[in-house]
T-cell receptor
Framework: DTAVSQTPKYLVTQMGNDKSIKCEQNLGHDTMYWYKQDSKKFLKIMFSYNNKELIINETVPNRFSPKSPDKAHLNLHINSLELGDSAVYFC??????????????FGNGTRLTVT | GQQVMQIPQYQHVQEGEDFTTYCNSSTTLSNIQWYKQRPGGHPVFLIQLVKSGEVKKQKRLTFQFGEAKKNSSLHITATQTTDVGTYFCAGQGGKLIFGQGTELSVKP
């Protein structure tokens, strides 16, 4: 009965490869997010979708492309991986739209290591 | 743009000592949220403060929201080893911005 689940948990790949991370939430929430947590544990928002519509797109390289087939899923595809992409990527969801103050429910994270 | 600063970055305490982390926003917030991330885990929502001057308690944890709604604090009384982790504040202005987190370690 996991609320926000993302796969894979670990991802080790070489520079230049393309990879995807999948996220699903069964909370019935309207909004989903991707966050990047660097080695200093700083949590930076990358994207946010409300009911399949992109509402937040921070200054993220074009190599990162989110896709939301329905409001329960938000996947992240990364092209031409670089060393600097190594981080933990968290998917999250919340009830309601952007800026309404609803708390975030995070997935367990995907630790991406680019060699 | 909106910034949320959190201090200290690290705090090492002896079990039983108190702990406080502070959060300051460059802009007035509509609300502030606090999260805890255990080592190797994911951030977990603790509480949300909405009103100016609001104080909320959860057992040994006390959360405060400043009168101007630009700062907040989390105080833990008599820390235990189970309190270990990184505590994040997240300020809601136009969007939710996370502070840098305070990593708490507790020596038994």
């Amino acid at each position: 009965d996991t609320a926000v689940s993302q796969t894979p948990k670990y991802l080790v790949t070489q520079m230049g490869n393309d990879k995807s991370i999948k996220c699903e939430q069964n909370l019935g929430h309207d909004t989903m997010y991707w966050y990047k947590q660097d080695s200093k544990k700083f949590l930076k928002i990358m994207f946010s979708y409300n009911n399949k519509e992109l509402i937040i797109n921070e200054t993220v390289p074009n190599r990162f492309s989110p896709k939301s087939p329905d409001k329960a899923h938000l996947n992240l595809h990364i092209n031409s991986l670089e060393l600097g992409d190594s981080a933990v990527y968290f998917c999250a969801s919340s009830q309601g739209g952007r800026g309404n103050g609803s708390p975030l429910h995070f997935g367990n994270g995907t630790r991406l290591t680019v060699t | 743009g909106q910034q949320v600063m959190q201090i200290p970055q690290y705090q090492h305490v002896q079990e039983g000592e108190d702990f406080t982390t502070y959060c300051n926003s460059s802009t007035t917030l509509s609300n502030i949220q606090w999260y805890k991330q255990r080592p190797g885990g994911h951030p977990v929502f603790l509480i949300q403060l909405v009103k100016s001057g609001e104080v909320k308690k959860q057992k040994r944890l006390t959360f405060q929201f400043g009168e101007a709604k630009k700062n907040s604090s989390l105080h833990i009384t008599a820390t235990q080893t189970t309190d270990v982790g990184t505590y994040f504040c997240a300020g809601q202005g136009g969007k939710l911005i996370f502070g840098q987190g305070t990593e708490l370690s507790v020596k038994p």
